[in-house]
């Protein structure tokens, strides 16, 4: 089988090679990328035109053009991955929505930088002191190629859908992050705080983070040779029994992935008159679930987890610093190691603290935690069996650490939120509700809320709906 392909698709006004610098240096000199070649799509772009200037054709001729270059200047590579900033997102978005545009070879990954999905209002601006530019008409947020594009886009055959990620930045002032996110929030997003329009495809080095985002999309996981004959085996290789959330059974892959997704977390045991109490998930509007999240390290932090080839999820800035990543499979026993020593991250107090500041806070409740007495005690951990996650294509190792609390008074709780329009936000849930997973009201309860009794889920899919008495 040939070489794939990486073709790099520049943005409005940019250029085929100044746009990315150093970026296609770094893939040529990594020998990790021996099995890709490099390559560019270039098209007459220019931020402003002038009345009878040059023409700048809009994203559908665009399309038809880049479509025509893989076809004959790259007929034989079968396999695609194309590497788009701003405006090359919308035409490479256009190309893989139109199904007769390639034959014979196939776009496997995309991977989108501040692409403005639903437009830019720096475009709408432009367009007015532009004279008939189609790019510029094209980006604009009442665009209907825009709203063309993202409908096709949505459309697109899982058979023939592209894995995706999209590069956000969190300095861009050209692509608001919303829109830079795009219209299908199950993709993968990565948030690089520090990064603008522009420098958000120019990494300075092969470690700086655009560059690392894109080698860890780009290149397969790497299988290891030992193959595991069950969760057991995996667990015991990281120095982790007696925490199983199930009974040890066979690994969902025949072999361990060179890298896994990690996720360490804690949540609270809120009793009272038998029922426990559950909030509203803020990601997950439509269940309620244990107050808790994910823990963060602390920014002294940063550089022990880089040896350890630790590099967080970060999805939107409230998630900066959060203990939720991916790494090597073979850096795990030493990163739990690190994350259980309890040095260089919150504390248990801290974290319980911080989340239910945090969660209260997003429903309406304000809770002033210097005021109240609070002590926390853990009662279990436990080491979620690793599962495949079709989206992101890795096994994921997941610690929910389990804390009873004492000090919260949830009758004043609900009378402040009864006085603040917010109660139905809050829910108490019996056992056998949190079993069942629906409240008797038809609410559904988080699967993992099973660990405030237990270390096993007692479902994994949402409950089928509980008809109201």
């Not at 023939?160 to 990620?165: C, G, L």
């Not at 963060?296 to 987890?305: A, C, F, G, M, R």
Request: net charge neutral; with cysteine.
């Amino acid at each position: 089988m040939g070489k794939k392909l990486i073709l790099f698709v520049h943005g409005l006004g940019g250029h085929y090679k100044n746009t990315w610098k150093k970026f296609p240096d770094f893939i040529r000199t990594d020998p990790k990328f021996n099995d890709f070649e490099v390559a560019y799509y270039s098209y007459p772009t220019s931020i402003f035109r002038l009345p009878f200037s040059k023409k700048y054709p809009g994203v559908n001729t665009l399309s038809n053009g880049l479509s025509t270059v893989i076809r004959n200047r790259h007929k034989d590579h079968k396999e695609i991955v194309l590497v788009a900033h701003s405006l090359g997102g919308l035409v490479c978005k256009q190309l893989v929505s139109d199904n007769d545009l390639l034959t014979g070879q196939e776009v496997i990954k995309v991977l989108f930088y501040a692409v403005p999905n639903l437009g830019s209002n720096l475009a709408q601006i432009g367009k007015l002191v532009s004279f008939r530019h189609s790019q510029l008409k094209d980006l604009c947020n009442d665009s209907k190629t825009l709203e063309t594009i993202g409908e096709n886009w949505l459309n697109v055959a899982a058979d023939r859908r592209p894995q995706v990620k999209y590069v956000v930045g969190g300095q861009d002032s050209v692509v608001t992050e919303a829109s830079a996110r795009g219209e299908n929030h199950q993709d993968i997003i990565e948030v690089l705080p520090d990064e603008g329009h522009l420098s958000i495809v120019k990494p300075r080095s092969p470690e700086s983070m655009p560059f690392v985002i894109f080698k860890n999309f780009v290149l397969p996981d790497e299988i290891t040779d030992k193959p595991v004959q069950s969760y057991a085996d995996f667990c015991a290789s990281l120095g982790l029994t007696n925490c199983f959330s199930s009974e040890p059974g066979p690994f969902h892959e025949p072999r361990i992935q060179s890298h896994v997704r990690v996720s360490m977390a804690a949540i609270m045991k809120v009793e009272a008159n038998g029922k426990y109490l559950l909030i509203q998930n803020a990601r997950r509007p439509e269940s309620y679930s244990p107050i808790g999240g994910v823990f963060k390290y602390d920014p002294s932090s940063v550089e022990d987890l880089d040896k350890l080839g630790f590099v967080g999820e970060v999805h939107d800035n409230s998630m900066a610093y959060d203990l939720r990543g991916h790494m090597p499979f073979e850096n795990c026993k030493k990163f739990l190691t690190w994350f259980l020593a309890g040095q260089g991250r919150e504390s248990n107090e801290q974290c319980l603290n911080r989340e239910l500041q945090e969660e209260f806070r997003e429903i309406g409740l304000l809770l002033d935690i210097s005021q109240l007495s609070l002590k926390y005690v853990n009662i279990r951990n436990v080491v979620e069996e690793p599962e495949y996650d079709e989206g992101i294509h890795k096994n994921q190792l997941r610690l929910q650490q389990v804390f009873d609390i004492a000090g919260l008074d949830v009758d004043q709780l609900f009378v402040q939120a009864r006085s603040l329009g917010c109660e139905q936000k809050l829910l108490m849930a019996s056992k056998e509700e949190v079993i069942r997973g629906r409240s008797e009201s038809g609410a559904i309860i988080g699967g993992h809320t099973a660990y405030l009794f237990d270390k096993k889920r007692y479902r994994s899919n949402d409950p089928i709906f509980v008809p109201k008495k």
